[in-house]
């Protein structure tokens, strides 16, 4: 195999499309029973890195705004890599919302959380979307960047839960397709590692909202499209928990490879762990 080949046509080696669409409304509601039971001090709590729980809201109002068309971040600086760009302007809205109102962010969530919702609901899944970079597409099909854009909701939505003393929540179908989504980077994660062809690397996330990837060598590139076949040659083990947090670099791959179960080839099972779905 060359893991620097382009390799098949289309983006069938990201496997099975996942349809995501149902879950906006429902998360939404979900985050906003979050965010009107929260106290006064709740609002200032640390949710992520510098964030409070106030800035993630608004982080929140500023994705859903973006996908409804009213983006109104400034192009990329002369030099800035996408990275840079996602950074810059994230922090430029939530310091221009920093003095809104946990009352008047709500009220906006709520209606453009039911906009988005009803927009996704009857979007094109097969249509030609944004690229998802962490999966190494661009563009992607819709029914993923649709489904990237579930996981930011989510993962965001669990950030402040966690910043007021909160699990994570458990419900089964919603960190379902989180897991399913974050799994299609496996590929692009892998991109640099060569295997023989038919080579097959198994992430395994284990619990009521789990699943199994397996990834496979082929001719051109690592792909999720292909079945498995027998004993995988390198295979890693975790919880669900540990796998989300993972793949949004809450835990590093060094702290998730003490808490794995690996078999197989060693090498193949340690470049699976450095998995990243989200910009970073």
Known sequence: MSPESDGMSGTSWLGDPIDARALFGPENGSLLDTLRGLTPVDWSR????HWTVHAVAAHLLGDYYGRLGHDNRNGFAEGETVEEFVHRTNQEWVDLHADDSPASLIDALAGAGAQLARRFATADLDAAALGVSWAGVDPSPAWLDIAREFTEHWTHR????????RNTDPEPRALSVVLDTFMRALPHTLRHTSAPVGAQVQFVAEGPAGGTWTATA???????????SGRPTAA?????ETVWRLCTRNVDSSEALAR???QGDRRLA????QIVSIIY
């Open 46 to 49: 640390t949710a992520t890195g």
């Open 218 to 228: 082929t001719a051109d590139r690592w792909s999720l499209a292909e079945a498995p």
């Open 158 to 165: 669990q950030q402040i839960r966690h910043a007021i003393g």
């Open 270 to 273: 340690e470049a699976a762990c």
């Open 236 to 240: 890693v083990l975790l919880d669900t």
């Open 260 to 262: 794995s179960r690996l």
